[in-house]
């Protein structure tokens, strides 16, 4: 069974994304962290769908998810989820952040 791992920082960015959406409805933030955990699963089940991204480290790859990118590195039997990010957001300065 694959694995799957998260930083802090994820789950920071999970919550903000559905506090953001549960604004206009909650069932449809619940639903958006669903739909995120099948998409987790697939990619630790799969890790290298995702691609490599100039701006990061060597390891990390990127995921689209909707309107948002999921950062994630390949670990032995999985993945670890970093950060989930929505794509009008200035990536390298919210990667830094």
């Given at each position: 069974?694959?694995?799957?791992?998260?930083?802090?920082?994820?789950?920071?960015?999970?919550?903000?994304?559905?506090?953001?959406?549960?604004?206009?409805?909650?069932?449809?933030a619940?639903?958006?962290?669903?739909?995120?955990?099948?998409?987790?699963?697939?990619?630790?089940?799969q890790?290298?769908?995702?691609k490599?991204?100039?701006?990061?480290?060597?390891?990390?790859?990127?995921?689209?998810?909707g309107s948002y990118?999921?950062?994630?590195k390949p670990?032995?039997?999985?993945?670890?989820a970093?950060?989930?990010?929505?794509?009008?957001?200035l990536?390298?300065?919210?990667?830094?952040?």
């Amino acid at each position: 069974m694959p694995h799957l791992k998260f930083q802090e920082r994820f789950y920071q960015d999970v919550r903000d994304i559905w506090r953001h959406i549960a604004e206009d409805h909650v069932g449809s933030a619940d639903a958006w962290v669903q739909a995120l955990d099948r998409k987790l699963e697939l990619l630790a089940s799969q890790p290298h769908m995702g691609k490599p991204h100039p701006y990061l480290n060597a390891g990390y790859r990127v995921h689209p998810f909707g309107s948002y990118s999921i950062i994630y590195k390949p670990i032995k039997d999985g993945i670890q989820a970093v950060r989930i990010l929505h794509g009008a957001r200035l990536f390298l300065r919210a990667w830094n952040s």
